[in-house]
């Protein structure tokens, strides 16, 4: 008798029904190793091994899921639209995890079934790449099939994501919209494209840059570099408005991870923060940091950032 559980990691660690009957492995084996808790079933005839999904995260969940679609239907699908962003590895906010998305390059009709969107859309040679599962749209057309589906502050994550990686260049995801043809949600798009920023380093940056513009505040300069008198280098901030002096700073816990030395603890990184915010306001600066909280309800860090700009404009 075969060992399954052996043969899952040259699967990918998912197994379709049908691979299992050409093992020679029936619907009732299968059923027992689900009860055992050996196997999960993810859908109808996609399982996955349960020692892996145990211990995987919601992403790793869905791309497992992902992997048995795709082998499920083979070459008729590209995967697409939230589940190809996941893929690239995009951040995930907002992007959510219950479905698998997948568009379909025969002309077949689109529809939800099974933990599966199935996208009918038309899909021309520069929108599609492979990868080791099989077809999937190239980061241009991701970005536009997220764009048309989600909130505008999420395609803008996607984009300055996508723009900072190398993955696209603007001229790209142009591109890519040009080829979906005029449409309701061309123009909101284009607000996007035309907004997105490379020099976007996470998804706190972009949601601050969406929220200035929202506020009606003047573009900030990205990823400015500050000297002291002397030449010397001081800070790289975040946001800043040169000509009023006035830095906004995006304070994230996955940013001080990123700023941690060996050695260092997140408090050492903080404390030289303070001393850095010190040295910035001996030279006439004026700081404000923001936080996720801010961002969840914008208005009262705005009207922080609007006031501290007209001071300093007066």
């Not at 050996?38 to 109808?44: E, G, I, K, T, Y």
């Not at 697409?80 to 996941?86: D, K, M, Q, R």
């Not at 505040?217 to 009023?244: S, T």
Request: charged share 30%; glycine share 8%.
């Amino acid at each position: 008798m075969i060992d399954l559980l052996a043969e899952l990691p040259r699967l990918d660690n998912v197994l379709l029904r049908r691979e299992a009957l050409e093992l020679g492995v029936d619907d009732k084996r299968l059923a027992r190793m689900v009860g055992a808790g050996d196997l999960v079933r993810l859908r109808h005839g996609i399982y996955a091994d349960a020692r892996v999904w145990g211990k995987a995260d919601s992403r790793t969940r869905h791309l497992l899921l992902a992997t048995g679609v795709r082998r499920l239907y083979g070459d008729t699908v590209a995967l697409s639209h939230v589940s190809a962003a996941l893929a690239y590895g995009a951040p995930d906010w907002q992007l959510g995890y219950d479905s698998v998305h997948v568009t379909h390059l025969n002309g077949f009709a689109g529809r939800r079934q099974a933990r599966t969107v199935h996208h009918r859309g038309s899909c021309y040679v520069d929108d599609l790449t492979v990868d080791e599962h099989g077809w999937i749209t190239t980061p241009a057309r991701t970005f536009v099939d997220v764009a048309k589906s989600l909130p505008t502050a999420v395609a803008l994550v996607v984009a300055d994501w996508i723009l900072h990686k190398g993955l696209a260049t603007k001229d790209q995801l142009w591109d890519a919209l040009d080829r979906q043809g005029e449409a309701p949600y061309t123009l909101r798009i284009r607000a996007v494209i035309a907004h997105a920023d490379p020099l976007a380093e996470s998804v706190g940056e972009t949601r601050s840059r969406y929220e200035f513009r929202a506020a009606g505040l003047p573009d900030p300069v990205p990823q400015l570099e500050i000297r002291d008198a002397r030449g010397r280098f001081l800070a790289r901030v975040d946001f800043a408005w040169p000509e009023l002096k006035v830095i906004v700073e995006f304070d994230g816990r996955v940013k001080y991870d990123d700023m941690l030395k060996p050695g260092q603890t997140i408090l050492d990184v903080i404390r030289a923060e303070k001393r850095r915010d010190r040295d910035l306001a001996a030279l006439g600066w004026t700081v404000i940091r923001i936080e996720w909280d801010d961002l969840a309800t914008p208005g009262p860090v705005m009207q922080r950032i609007r006031q501290a700009l007209s001071r300093r404009a007066a």
